[in-house]
């Protein structure tokens, strides 16, 4: 080795791993230093009290509200309410039935968080078509030697989901059509595509849902009926999809004029061009957008309470005011809070995944 040749040197310790990261984002300049300092310091403040009420001085185990003795939070609500957040009004001896949908809906959503999955589209496509058929019978009963059990005795997280997806899988192809509809060159269907999505967007979704449950069936004709949970469905979807439609427009005016050029080169008629290179461009672009109205629907399905259905959230609050139960709903509210994080958080995570998958990006 001649003198002009060194080994090479480690990197400082001060500048690599979790330290050197430290010192980058969080202490690089003395402005950044006390701004990371300041939100340690409210942070340590407001966790350590609220970890302290919600674990470390919580009741856990018990029955009724004498249980509750220790000063922190009252977690035994949520025991002895969870039938009913869960369930809602369903009889307990058909409970298992809900379970059964609950299983079915596991078993058919954890294969699409895996690439390599057989058989992953077709599964994609039963939950799309069969499962709901499924749960209808399920729930619905009347057939199969099933007791039937009026949807008003539905309740819970079971109602929530019900409205979630049933709104999440009939918006998306309604509003794939309102979209391609608004672009269209025919004036008629471009107007009738215009004025749905105006008039849709233009209402609030709780007045959707009243008119829906009040004001319809006074222009039924005599002795005609919908059941209350079937309006409320046609009611979000309708609204929905108009949303829906726009997100969609926007990933069609996101395509460059050469891709519909180059279909109708190769003589591809519209709704081929459409379907095999238009759509499936457009819609990779629009996942965030698309997923952001799934999440919105998700938590508006909340707003049934006021035609007198009880979602998750409408149960706690029954819960709430029952006289048996007095100061516990923080804790009910942070349940059906916590409910909805983990179902939204799980849809945008998958959103993400997708779009690496798809990559709908550049990267850079």
Known sequence: MTDLEHPSLAPPVSSVGIVGWMRQNLFSTPLNAGLTLLAVGLIYFLLVPLFEWAVWNADWRGSDQ???????????????????????????????????????????IVPQFFDRFPRKGWIGLFTLIGFPIIVYFLMMGGSFGLEPVETGKWGGLILTLVLAFVGIVAALPIGIVLALGRRSTM???????????????????????????????LFLPEGVNFDKLLRALIGIVLFQSAYMAEVIRGGLQAIPKGQYEAARALGLGYWK????????????????????????????????????????????????????????????????????????????????????????????
């Not at 939070?73 to 369930?87: E, H, M, N, S, T």
């Open 66 to 108: 004498s249980d509750c003795t220790s000063g922190g939070a009252c977690w035994v609500f949520i025991r002895a309410r969870l039938d009913l957040f869960i369930y809602g009004f369903f009889p307990t001896s058909e409970y298992w039935r809900v379970d059964v949908v609950f299983a079915l809906l596991a078993v058919l």
């Open 187 to 217: 004036p008629v269907i471009r107007t009738i595509c215009i004025c749905f999505i105006e008039l849709w967007r233009g209402v609030p979704l709780i007045s959707v849902l009243f008119m829906a449950s009040v004001m319809l069936p």
């Open 273 to 364: 061009s459409m379907s095999l290179i238009i759509l499936p461009q457009a819609l990779k672009l629009v996942i965030p957008g698309v997923v952001n109205t799934f999440i919105a629907l998700f938590k508006d399905t909340t707003l049934v309470l006021i035609i007198g259905l009880l979602d998750i959230l409408a149960s706690v609050q029954s819960a709430i005011v029952d006289p048996a139960w007095r100061n516990v709903s923080t804790e009910g509210y942070l349940f059906a809070a916590f409910s909805f994080w983990v179902f939204c958080f799980s849809i945008s995570r998958y959103s993400q995944a997708l779009e690496r998958k798809l990559q709908t990006g550049y990267s850079r």
